[in-house]
Nanobody, 124 residues
Framework: QVQVVDSGGGLVQAGGSLRLSCAASGRTFSNYAMGWFRQAPGKEREFVAAISRSGVGTAYTDSVKGRFTISRDNAKSTVYLQMNSLKPEDTAVYYC?????????????????WGQGTQVTVSS
């Protein structure tokens, strides 16, 4: 089992920045690809960003490319999502997830362990 705890959400004005963090425990962190997903009210959960086990490979949904950066620190068993130039449409609950793929997968079903979610609200 892997326990995943995500944090760092909050209320920010459009154009601002937030950094989300996700701490994992229970098994060897570097054995898992990590991803961030989000879910806005009334919408399905969608992929945001992912990072490979080694941290070399990353993937982003088109709407966040150039604004969001995913990174990981395997020594600290933590993955980060730096979000810049935030827009009101980025408002959602953000979920961190761990999965057994070696690469940065965007597929929901490739992730087995999920955090509880952290709310990000961007005001216009």
């Amino acid at each position: 089992q892997v326990q995943v705890v995500d944090s760092g959400g909050g209320l920010v004005q459009a154009g601002g920045s937030l950094r989300l963090s996700c701490a994992a425990s229970g098994r060897t962190f570097s054995n898992y690809a990590m991803g961030w997903f989000r879910q806005a009210p009334g919408k399905e959960r969608e992929f945001v960003a992912a990072i490979s086990r080694s941290g070399v490979g990353t993937a982003y949904t088109d709407s966040v490319k150039g604004r969001f950066t995913i990174s990981r620190d395997n020594a600290k068993s933590t993955v980060y999502l730096q979000m810049n130039s935030l827009k009101p449409e980025d408002t959602a609950v953000y979920y961190c997830a761990a999965g057994g793929r070696t690469y940065a997968s965007s597929r929901f079903n490739d992730y087995n362990y999920w955090g509880q979610g952290t709310q990000v609200t961007v005001s216009s």
